[in-house]
């Protein structure tokens, strides 16, 4: 009986196995580098249907963040303003800027595009269905909108500053003092630990940027919960 | 093959309780027993059984391969797709994005509003709760919880109909502004039995334009007690006065609730309702049941008799005699019936001015008069039952209205009646004869039944969410019902702007909104009514909103006068002339219901049959009609079963899907009254001999798919979810036998019905499960004695304390219940819990668990959370009646174990501990491989086979065709979903968290207080320190949902750190027992669980025949 396989074949095993150990490799280096939130999210900078510049309303103007994002501190959802918020004060300032139409179109019922129809606004920073993220339990215990929103104070066009991973969420989760502050602090995107220590350190019993948040944590009882149901429900 | 091993300690022999959960299991039938041990159906975890249908393993792997190679050339083009926050254009007013709003507002219904808080959420409302502040509000039943899907139900009517055809809404307003300006016109409007102040206020004012009309009031099962006690009186009990409760055929726990039932249940503890007393067996009421058929009140009675309905009157005359109360002396026979009645009478006498004789209100008119001449008699009216004039007063019945149509006295019908007339009327009324002889009839109802299409014009009907009411509850409180929403389609007008419309110069119809984006015009007609009993100031308006109720309103009080009883002697049912009882069923009531997913899938609490209707019959009568051994015979099996066996099994069911599970149930045809009906036939226990129940409502129309290929003319009368359910028995129902007919005849057929009995799988095994005891000295040792035994029932008494082998931490140092601010528990009382249903749908609606459909529902997939077992047991020494077993039900949901074998189990964690006591469910990380479900011994949890809540489960066969079956119809069922719980998708397993996204609100609501407290102290935020008080919530201000809507407020949920909370009473802070009743389920098998028992506590009369053998039924599973 002649030989079914021929010599040739005998590496072949070998070689199957070396392309497929480099194909997995390779498909696995792929997806960290590219599949992963820190790749995909950080960053993330879509136009929105207004050009609306954080930086001219916080950083120069000086809102604060709950003018707008009126409901960050009573519900889990940290609402986007309504069309009528923007029109406070839009309605007497900029009211020619061709950057406004779509808030006329919503707003102005003497405009000749009117249809009282609301701006959709592109979701910047978004957490998958199966995640409840509460943003009132956070800013009420002192971590600041800035913690995982970066200093949108100075972006022209908002953009995703943090991962969102489940891996970031919890490395805060297990030590919370890295980016507690005090209350009064929450909404000031300006605040910088080192010089809050500087100034009430001494007052505090405080020296270090570490030895607040640990001060915080004790004294206000902050024990973020690292189990599934804490986000997952 | 079973998959597990049955080891449950043995019953001991001195045990005398015999106890079962189906006919099967009592008679021990061998496909009962290879049902029983496995884990799953026989063929629940396969695709298919069939050859050529099969998905094999190896296929699948095939596939699989396939669609992942594809998946990695088409991620290339994989990028982030761009989603929109769309907020307000202007905002509403109290809507914050995110978060519930809560307003009060009733659900009108016959008998008294039920008040209620409805969540909504941007809007739309998605679950109802009671209304607590409310002086009758008691929880909710299984149809408030069930009834907010109605709003969003795709099979809810949304456009006009003219003949049953689409029409223009432009001619129906021409329609309706001419009858207006008809002054002259012979209008009969036919109200429901609810009782609306401002409806009652309009029709005096139709009175007046137009002199013709005539007003009726219709509702196919409110019966005739309004006929005894005179026009509009009700009598309604006072439970917290009434130590001794008489129920002659009324179901007021379940079907024939129409008066708040709370001070009831909570009269059932012997410790009082907050558990704070010792135990106390005169804080106990006690309940004596005279009835047919099982019902949810016979079975929380301490006597229960069995007699068939055309019977009770007699047993009234005799008990109305031995009070004095007129009635017949000789009416029941002596013997051991006559010493129960005779013993009654004597408790009764004792109990004078503190009881309560109540009657089923389909029971004839004297029934009704004996039982106010009883209760006139002991002097109980005005103290524990209050008679009460209402105001649906001078309204004509059905069959007046038939008159005036046949003599032309009305030409005009306008029906306003939840009812279906045309349905459900007494068949020899022929109702839908004289309908046709109307110029005009006008329909206005939520579904497009057969009166809608038996009238000329039907108009969709305003969801009671969706409308401005309102309502008198059952002792007359004035109650507001608001709209949450405008009616979701267009054309749907809610009863008052109808009859606003017909009052108004012009006719015109508006609905939903009055002129240019103005209030409903009903909105200022509930004004008007409401100005006119309060007072006219907007303060007591937004009162009155905000409450949802006129504090200190009720109606007038009544003498009704006891007239003397015309009693006509009925011989009683033999096997030969059998009783036809035409019962009202606990998912459909009478019909209206048939398009309600949520009660269609919960099993009825005493025959656990869903779906569908059957025809019950007891043990006895069905042996004698050579039916027992048929049923039998054809207990739960399965065609892959009998393959394994070599038993041929008769009939065995071949499932279009290739799949088994379904049991199939003989047909026999029903015949009374000239006319006959086939329905499938179940075995009923406790029900009184040579009687025959029947549910109705059911079998409104059938499609294509039905099963036995019925007619399908009428299948437009019902929608996706009612098509094809039960069979309709109001054409043997006539004027003359409303509720029970005598002479019936059965005979067998050779068909064959496939039937979805819940409660045969997914059960639990082991000894003293639901546990029992008398207040009376026994065998058992006096109360005392028995209360301090409830702990050692069962295994407990000998079982060794179980050691974890497990450390009980998270990683060294860490335990694992970590939280010191909250640990969890709950605890349910089976003294007052009836089985009614209630939580099982309030927990669907609040966790978004979607329904599987009647055959998903057989091969044991049903997707509860809660599951509502019920058991009888007897006593083997009854000699009073042997046949008369107790019933005992008992909710279970995950009881969220401390040593959880579940969570040992799963190979990915996706069920895992929290710190606060949750045995929490990551859906997410979960990958279906069942193991956990599998090793949980309390059944607790469910697994999603299908994508239910994506493809829709009631088109035949379509969830077996993956991603190309039908999705769910409908534009709106999502909008009920609650938005805090993940909806799962398939090959996820999910169970009860004891609502955890509402601990998570609670727990977060909480920790604001800390910002508020340092704004109040005035001082800087780094000063402040937070104590536990801060952060703890309030003892028992969180409810989760199955807790709210008990109206029998059986189960305590709390946190067991809280000192203050109502559950430390009954469990310590190491959750250990505390009270005495408390014990825990499975106790020996050392899961401790966080979810504990109370004892059922049963108070005989010790001078009753049948006293002995109460309260001794704790059910043992083996």
New interface residues.
Partial sequence: MANFFPRWTNLLPLKIAICAVSVAAGVALAVTYYATPKA?NVG?Q?SQPIPFSHKIHVDQLGLDCRYCHS?V?????S???????CWNCHQHVQKDSPKLAPLHR??DVTYPGYD????????VH?S???V?F?H??HV???VSCQSCHGRVDQMEVVYQAENHSMGWCLECHRAPETKLR???EVFNLKYDAQDYVTK?GAA?GVKTTEELGL??KE???V?P?A????C?? | MSKRILQHPEVPAGETTVSWRTVGQLEDTPSFRAWLTREFPRGAAEMSGDEDMETSRRSFLKLMGASTALAGFGMAACRRPETYIVPYAKAPEWVIPGKALYYASAMPRSGGATPLVVTTFEGRPTKVAPNTLHPDGSGTDAFAQASVLDLYSPSRSRTVLRGGQKANRADLDAVIATLAKDKAAKIGFVFGADDSPTRNRLSKELASKFSAAKFYQYEALTGESAAALGDGISLVPDFEKADVVVSLDCDFVGVDASFPIAAFSQRRKPEGNDYKGKPDTSRMNRLYAIEGTYSLTGGMADHRLRVAPSQVAAFAAQLASALGAGGNAASVAAGKEFNWIMALADDLKKAAGKSAVLVGPRQPAAVHQLALAINTTLGNLGKSVHAYQTGNTGLGTLASLKKDLDGGSVDTVIFLTPSNPVFDAPADLEFATSLSKAKLSIHLGARTDATAHAATWHIPAAHYLEQWSDARSSNGVYTVVQPMILPLYPDCVSELELLLALLSEDGKLLNGEGDKGAASPAYGAVRKTFEGIADATDTAWKKLLRDGFLAGSTYAKAAPAAKAATLSSVPAPTAQSLEVVFATDSSVFDGRWIDNGWLQEVPDPITKLAWDNAALISPKTAKELGLYEEIIELEPVNQTLSKITGDEVKNAPVHPDGESGNRRAPIIKVTVNGKTAELPVLVAFGQAENVIVLPVGYGQGYDKDDELGRDTSTSSHVGRVGANTGVNVYPLRTSSTPYFATGAKVEKTDKRYSLAVGQEHAAMYGRAIAREISTMSGDKGDFDAQLKNVKFQGSDAHAPPNVSLYKQENKPGEPLLSDTLHQWGMSIDLSSCSGCNACVIACQAENNIPIVGKEQLAKGREMHWIRMDRYFAIDKDNDFDPDSPELVPQPVACVQCESAPCETVCPVNATVHTEDGLNAMAYNRCIGTRYCANNCPYKARRFNYFDYNKRNPLIAHNLYKGPFGEKQVGEAPHLQRNPNVTVRMRGVMEKCTYCVQRLKDAKIRQKRGQKQEALVAGKDSTEMTVTTSTLRIPADSVKVACQEACPASAISFGNLLDADSKLRRIRSEKNEPVLDRNYDLLQYIGTRPRTSYLARVKNPNPKMPDAPFIGKATIHMA
């Avoid at chain 1, 501190?73 to 959802?77: K, Q, T």
């Avoid at chain 1, 609402?79 to 918020?85: A, E, F, K, L, S």
């Fill in positions: 995909q993330y879509p409901f501190d009573v519900a889990g959802h609402n986007v303003p309504t069309g009528n918020t919503e707003m009282g129809k609301p701006i959709q606004w592109v979701r978004k998958p269905d199966y409840y509460n009132s339990a009420n215990r002192g005090p209350l009064e009430h505090l001060k915080l004294q206000w009882q024990k919960k189990s599934c149901a804490t997952h429900h």
